[in-house]
C-alpha cells in the first residue's frame, strides 16, 4: 500500500535551519510529484512546493522563496525538506505529500491523494 | 496568492444537508477544473474527499459532493453524521505548478 513516512519531531532555535524526509514506498517513486504543505497551530494549510522525483524540477511558494530547498534522493525513494532562518512563525506541522503526474504527454493528477504523518517543528530560543 | 476564502465555520443537525462555498479568482478557481477538498480530524493528516472539482475518490461516502460556479466552488454533504464533525479545506491548482489552499472551515454537528 501506498505508504509516505516522514522523520520525527524537532525543537530548533531561532535562526536555525531544519530539514525534514519523506520515504515514499508502495508505488513507483518517479511516477508522481511531492509536495510540502504546512500548518501552524490552530491555522489552516498553506502550500509550501513540489518537486518532480524524476528530474529534481521544483517549484516553491512565493512566500518561501530563497528559504526553503527541496531535494529527492531516488536511491532511498525520499524527499526532503529543508528550511532556514527559522523564526517562532515557523512553528508548524509539515506535511508531505502525494500528487500530480506526468502520463501521455500531459500533467494530471492535481490534487493530494496520500499524505505523510506530519512532523512537528518546534522553533523556540 | 492569496488563500481562498471559506466560511470560518457552519453547524448542522444529523441528517440535514450542508454546503461549504470557497471562493477564489479566475487565476485559480474559475480557471482550472482542479478544485479538491480535503477532510481533518483533530491532529490527523488530511483526507482527499474530493478532486477535480466533482470527482469523488473510492471510499468517500456518497454524501459528499463538489461543484463549482464561476471563482466559487462548493462541498455539500447530504445527510451531515456526527462523523462529519471535522474541519474542511478546498485547494486549487493555480497555474505555474502553484497550489492554494482555503483557509478551512470548522463544521460542527449539532
Known amino acids: 500500500q501506498v505508504q509516505l513516512v516522514q522523520s520525527g519531531a524537532e525543537v530548533k532555535k531561532p535562526g536555525a535551519s531544519v530539514k525534514v524526509s519523506c520515504k515514499s514506498s508502495?508505488?513507483?517513486?518517479?511516477?508522481?510529484?511531492i509536495h510540502w504543505v504546512r500548518q501552524a497551530p490552530g491555522q489552516g494549510l498553506e502550500w509550501m512546493g513540489i518537486i518532480n522525483p524524476l528530474s529534481g524540477t521544483i517549484n516553491y511558494a512565493q512566500h518561501f522563496q530563497g528559504r526553503v530547498t527541496v531535494t529527492r534522493d531516488t536511491s532511498t525513494s525520499t524527499v526532503y525538506m529543508d528550511l532556514s532562518s527559522l523564526t517562532s512563525d515557523d512553528t508548524a506541522v509539515y506535511y508531505c505529500a502525494r500528487g500530480l503526474r506526468y502520463t501521455n504527454g500531459r500533467h494530471i493528477w492535481f490534487y493530494f491523494d496520500y499524505w505523510g504523518q506530519g512532523t512537528l517543528v518546534t522553533v523556540s530560543s | 496568492q492569496s488563500a481562498l476564502t471559506q466560511p470560518r465555520s457552519l453547524s448542522g443537525s444529523p441528517g440535514q444537508s450542508l454546503t461549504i462555498s470557497c471562493t477564489g479568482t479566475?487565476?485559480?478557481?474559475?480557471?482550472?477544473?482542479?478544485v479538491s477538498w480535503y477532510q481533518q480530524h483533530p491532529d490527523k493528516a488530511p483526507k482527499l474527499m474530493i478532486y477535480?472539482?466533482?470527482m469523488r475518490p473510492s471510499g468517500v461516502p456518497g454524501r459528499f459532493s463538489g461543484s463549482r460556479s464561476g471563482n466559487t466552488a462548493s462541498l455539500t454533504i447530504s445527510g451531515l453524521q456526527a462523523e462529519d464533525e471535522a474541519d474542511y479545506y478546498c485547494?486549487?491548482?493555480?497555474?505555474?505548478?502553484?497550489?492554494?489552499f482555503g483557509g478551512g472551515t470548522k463544521l460542527t454537528v449539532l
Open positions: 477535480d472539482v466533482n
Open positions: 485547494c486549487s491548482y493555480a497555474g505555474s505548478y502553484t497550489w492554494v
Open positions: 508502495g508505488y513507483s517513486f518517479t511516477t508522481y510529484y
Open positions: 479566475s487565476s485559480d478557481v474559475g480557471d482550472y477544473n482542479y
